[in-house]
């Protein structure tokens, strides 16, 4: 269990999610000493994408305790199987967030109401709740019972658009950037910080209610304010920048390795030009102010490529940086892990052993506190694991009622 000593240790959350953008704020609220508990339903896991699936290729009968997406996502949490759809299935999680401080879902509108989570019905049982609901496009508006994904989410805010090539058809950004586990869960976060801190000199809770969809827009930069001050409708423009040139991504020595580079001001230019032994290229009048090398930006990428391709990409991010100009390895999952001497150095990578999925690999958070003791790693509960405890010690639960309760399909 977390650290006693860790700051939100004596806060119970009982959360009501899946996938990752509602799980993930639960993580960190977990892993700095909440007791966090899922609500879980091993029947609608299986008809739905809740992260406890293995992955593409498993069986049916391959255990739901191997997903890697709720691996990563829930540690130093508590597990309880529930039936919501049974009548006291939803009087026993009303009887959880009764005794707790904050609930947290990302369930559509509907299901909310299905089950009688609203906060309308919380406050009924727990006045002073704070419930962070988390729905994809809000609580409301046309698209209030709309599902969606990451890569959805992504397409309907213009980053697929605005991350293309010119001349061809959208694409994602990565497969990897996702809002989910980015942009959302943090502005999450703190709302959910606030409103604690908001209860703690009023003693009053409140409903926090965050759109996926706007929380998403707001990291689409300055695109729409320039259309909204200039007229201006942004473009495709692939590794291409307004505000650099070079700025690419570029082959170097060896098999499918790169190393991007983004040149700014008229400095970084002529200290390039050094680095790469072409110092010539400072008076080439193709290149001698941003807008002339952007004009002739394949010219440019082509002189460059024929310098990157005969280095390593760390070496040439390494020259480049040590004069001054931006560079970075394009990294790969291998490089992360085993090659980049920063993230080694401090410690990003730790290890936790699950039961089932043996030892794991997981990210330290990006931030440290001076005065808060060492993170406490919990494997992410496996399945109903703390049935006994949630329902004998918290609710205090006689074993004839869980045993009649599990037989009746409630608990499970």
């Not at 240790?9 to 892993?31: C, N, Q, S, W, Y």
């Not at 997981?362 to 049935?387: C, I, T, Y």
């Amino acid at each position: 269990m977390p650290n006693n000593q860790l700051p939100l240790t004596g806060i119970r959350v009982i959360e009501f999610a899946t996938a990752v953008a509602g799980p993930m704020v639960g993580k960190i609220l977990a892993d700095y000493g909440a007791q966090v508990v899922c609500v879980e339903n091993e029947e609608s896991i299986r008809k739905g994408v809740a992260g406890r699936h293995p992955g593409p290729g498993a069986s049916s009968l391959t255990s739901l305790n191997l997903g890697h997406t709720f691996n990563k996502f829930n540690t130093n949490k508590l597990s309880v199987t529930l039936n919501l759809n049974h009548r006291e299935g939803r009087e026993l999680a009303r009887r959880l967030v009764s005794l707790s401080q904050v609930v947290i879902t990302n369930l559509v509108p509907t299901a909310l109401k299905r089950f009688g989570l609203t906060y309308e019905e919380l406050v009924k049982v727990k006045p002073d709740i704070i419930m962070l609901a988390m729905p994809a496009f809000g609580m409301d508006g046309p698209y209030r019972d709309f599902r969606t994904l990451s890569w959805n989410m992504l397409a309907m805010c213009g980053f697929d658009h605005m991350t293309t090539s010119t001349g061809r058809s959208p694409i994602r950004a990565s497969p990897y950037s996702h809002p989910d586990s980015s942009s959302q869960p943090f502005h999450g976060m703190v709302a959910l910080l606030s409103a604690l801190y908001w209860r703690a000199r009023t003693g009053r809770g409140q409903f926090i209610e965050l759109s996926q969809y706007e929380s998403t827009l707001n990291f689409t930069g300055t695109f729409i304010f320039d259309y909204l001050v200039n007229k201006r409708r942004r473009q495709p423009q692939g590794n291409r920048s307004d505000d650099a040139a070079p700025h690419g991504v570029y082959r170097c020595q060896g098999q499918d390795q790169w190393c991007a580079i983004a040149v700014f001001t008229p400095e970084e230019w002529r200290a390039f030009c050094r680095v790469i032994g072409r110092a010539d290229l400072a008076g080439d009048r193709r290149f001698a102010t941003l807008a002339d090398r952007k004009t002739n930006a394949e010219a440019l990428d082509q002189i460059i490529s024929e310098w990157t391709v005969q280095r390593s990409p760390w070496e040439v991010m390494e020259l480049l940086q040590g004069a001054g100009v931006a560079a970075g390895v394009v990294e790969s999952v291998e490089d992360l892990l085993r090659r980049d001497p920063q993230l080694r150095e401090r410690g990003h990578w730790v290890k936790v052993v699950h039961p089932e999925a043996g030892e794991m690999t997981l990210e330290d958070w990006a931030f440290k506190m001076s005065n808060v003791p060492a993170l406490q790693w919990r494997h992410a509960p496996l399945l109903g694991e703390h049935n006994d405890y949630v329902f004998k010690e918290i609710l205090h639960m006689p074993e004839e009622e869980i045993d009649r309760l599990i037989v009746d399909g409630v608990i499970g």
